[in-house]
């Protein structure tokens, strides 16, 4: 695999060559991954796959017309023919007033900020295997577990460069690791329950345990046997992290530069005034050491900071990308993402709400009648009007305590209200990508399936 600096390189020179074709603008993206996965199941090897890849994307501008074309065939007759292809098919494309690199101005210079991706380890395929064995192992051995439908481990290295034909070029390498593991419990009178464990990081050292994670898998299935139904009616739902970090994923595809524009979002007009319950507060974060979304520049070439989404519950930004911010009248965010295909759009880095001041058990210990989501089905929400519909599986809230477990029931509302009746507790921990603590949102209706 090519060094980070080689990448940048490479990206440098087919804007170069653009350039010589005929473009007035270009930029290009460089792309290389490679990556070993292993599953196992019932103690057996079942699947070991390895993949590497290599693949530059080529955006051009002529004018206000530009195009996108990408590869992986990086010969150099084929890396001429892709050059020649873009411009001729921006000479032909429409014209979009919009259309553009980001302000030069704002690109970053000098040195990228260390944010400590990447390990520079290797890992044999064996050791993979020993590890998704182990998760496995320790699932299956949990009491009530029945079944197994496997574990898995994996790690991958990439590197990603970016150049453009105003003044930037810059890339970075990340390492990632990932140990999972998916049982059954229960039979078949009482009915089967599946559940997983899955932990990622950037670097090994920081995965978790093999026995941990197999552990949670298993206690997870065993406490999902079987399942009552709920009552149906207005009543407190509890979002278990698991699930609740997808609220954030609907606030973030309402507050994106494009969904502005279009006029396609619930929160069209809320930009500075109060969209979540005072107190919360939306961090997003690309300078986070090893995070898994971690990211020196945007995909755009601008320099990257620490920012708050929401603060105290007033909604602070848009996430704006330069196309969407010419089109708004305002300044790119930092925001931009984009893949070795097509321009670039917008995503925020390591999202994270804020933890509150309570703990879980204080959070629900006024729930006389509840539910505690940990699974979400469906993907019934409507961006435009915010309403929010989806099928559910957790376990009821009686008299301030988790109870049972319960399916097959939906729970519904509008995220403008569901965001502004929203309180967190004070668990948050970084697992993920997006990570919220457990989120208490009151007055949702919930229906027995």
């Not at 996108?68 to 292809?85: F, N, P």
């Not at 990447?118 to 998704?132: C, H, N, Q």
């Not at 065993?222 to 509890?238: E, F, L, W």
């Amino acid at each position: 695999m090519l060094t980070p600096d080689q990448a940048r390189d490479r990206a440098a020179d087919i804007v170069a060559r653009a350039a010589r074709a005929g473009a007035d603008a270009a930029d290009a993206v460089f792309a290389a991954d490679a990556s070993l996965d292993v599953s196992v199941r019932l103690g057996a090897l079942e699947d070991v796959g390895r993949s590497e890849s290599e693949e530059l994307g080529l955006r051009v501008f002529v004018g206000q017309r530009s195009a996108s074309v990408s590869t992986s065939d990086l010969s150099a007759d084929a890396v001429a023919a892709l050059v020649e292809r873009a411009v001729a098919m921006a000479r032909e494309a429409p014209e979009d007033r919009w259309a553009g690199l980001a302000p030069q101005e704002r690109l970053m210079h000098g040195a990228p900020p260390l944010l400590d991706l990447d390990d520079g380890g290797t890992i044999a395929p064996a050791e993979l295997r020993e590890m998704a064995l182990a998760a496995e192992d320790a699932a299956r051995a949990v009491p009530g577990v029945t079944n197994s439908e496997g574990g898995g481990a994996s790690a991958s290295r990439s590197v990603w460069a970016l150049a453009t034909s105003h003044g930037f070029a810059g890339a970075y390498a990340a390492t990632a690791y990932s140990l999972s593991a998916s049982v059954l419990a229960g039979d078949v009178a009482s009915g089967m329950e599946r559940d997983y464990a899955h932990h990622a990081a950037r670097k090994r050292a920081h995965l978790e345990p093999a026995e941990v994670i197999g552990r949670r898998a298993g206690e997870r299935a065993v406490a999902r046997i079987n399942p009552g139904r709920v009552s149906s009616g207005p009543m407190p739902v509890v979002f278990d992290p698991r699930v609740g970090s997808s609220l954030l994923g609907h606030l973030i595809g309402s507050i994106a530069g494009q969904a502005i524009a279009r006029k396609t979002s619930f929160l069209l007009d809320a930009l500075g005034t109060k969209v979540f319950a005072a107190g919360v507060t939306i961090c997003d974060d690309p300078h986070r050491p090893h995070g898994l979304r971690s990211r020196p520049f945007d995909g755009e070439g601008l320099p990257v900071s620490p920012v708050s989404i929401v603060e105290d519950g007033m909604l602070e930004i848009w996430l704006l990308d330069s196309g969407s911010a010419r089109q708004l009248g305002l300044e790119p965010t930092g925001h931009a993402a984009r893949g070795v295909g097509g321009g670039p759009g917008v995503s925020p880095s390591n999202l994270f709400m804020q933890p509150g001041i309570v703990p879980v058990a204080t959070l629900i210990e006024d729930i006389a009648d509840g539910v505690y989501v940990t699974e979400l089905i469906g993907q019934g929400v409507n961006g435009v009007t915010g309403d929010y519909s989806r099928g559910a599986a957790g376990f009821r809230i009686v008299g301030g305590a988790i109870a049972g477990p319960v399916a097959e029931f939906t729970i519904a509302g509008n995220l403008k209200d569901m965001f502004l009746a929203l309180t967190p507790a004070n668990d948050l921990e970084f697992r993920h990508g997006t990570n919220v603590p457990t989120l208490r949102v009151d007055s949702m209706t919930v229906a027995s399936g």
